[in-house]
């Protein structure tokens, strides 16, 4: 596991721009972000909630919707008091895919 979560860093570092653009790229890329956006708050970004934060955690009581069979672990689809669908994921691939996708929300990159 502590490879994956180097290997992640590591994925993360190199994907991170190095070299500020000079005036004449600069001027392309005046659109919004869509894929990265610079995280100048980073410290008070929430890794255990993630992008949501605890007040848009899942809340009990819980209706199941579906099975997923696709993919190689079970997933179920839910939907929680508050009518907010959820993917439920189980097996080993569930908790380092959070993990993971909070280290890439942390860095600035736009997660689902």
Do not use: C
């Not at 180097?6 to 894929?35: C, F, M, N």
Request: hydrophobic share 40%; glycine share 8%; charged share 25%.
């Amino acid at each position: 596991m502590k490879v994956r979560i180097h290997a992640l860093v590591v994925a993360i570092i190199l994907t991170v721009p190095l070299v500020r653009a000079d005036k004449s790229t600069a001027a392309i890329y005046r659109g919004k972000e869509v894929l990265w956006k610079a995280p100048n708050d980073i410290q008070s970004r929430n890794l255990f909630y993630g992008i949501g934060g605890p007040s848009h955690a899942p809340r009990g009581p819980f209706r199941f919707l579906k099975e997923d069979r696709e993919g190689s672990n079970p997933k179920y689809s839910i939907e929680d008091s508050n009518g907010v669908k959820w993917k439920v994921k189980l097996g080993r691939e569930a908790q380092p895919e959070t993990a993971a996708t909070r280290f890439v929300w942390a860095a600035g990159y736009y997660t689902d």
